[in-house]
């Protein structure tokens, strides 16, 4: 099951970047910004609620979906830049085994736990 979870996340990396190629910006973007929401950690310095809330909210993919139909039904590029660097972290992320935030810990994800404590 693992295994065909990571093929559907890689399918969505690779729509992300096919969405990106629509877009008016060079090849370059796509790898500058692919990490920006590992910003929305900061809120780790906080708490862990804090940071898993914000972590949780720029890694949805619905945020990701919503940002890139507006980005695009509105004819707005640098929205949907916005929105499909979004899609394709949150993928990225999850080829790596990087999910959704639980409230107490980190490394405490809707994949299972990160690290060494992880079971395999």
Known sequence: ???????EELGQ???????FNQLPYAW???PACILLPDLSMVGYLHNTRTGAFL???FHHKLLAVLVIGAGFGFN????????VI????SAMDRIFGYGLKYNDSFKNTHLGVIGQ????
């Open 117 to 120: 404590n992880a079971k395999a």
């Open 55 to 57: 972590y949780n909210f």
């Open 86 to 89: 979004l899609f394709g972290h």
């Open 28 to 30: 370059w973007v796509f």
């Open 1 to 7: 099951m693992k295994n065909l979870l990571t093929l």
């Open 13 to 19: 990396l690779i729509l992300s970047v096919f969405l």
């Open 76 to 83: 707005i590029p640098l929205v949907g830049l916005v929105g």
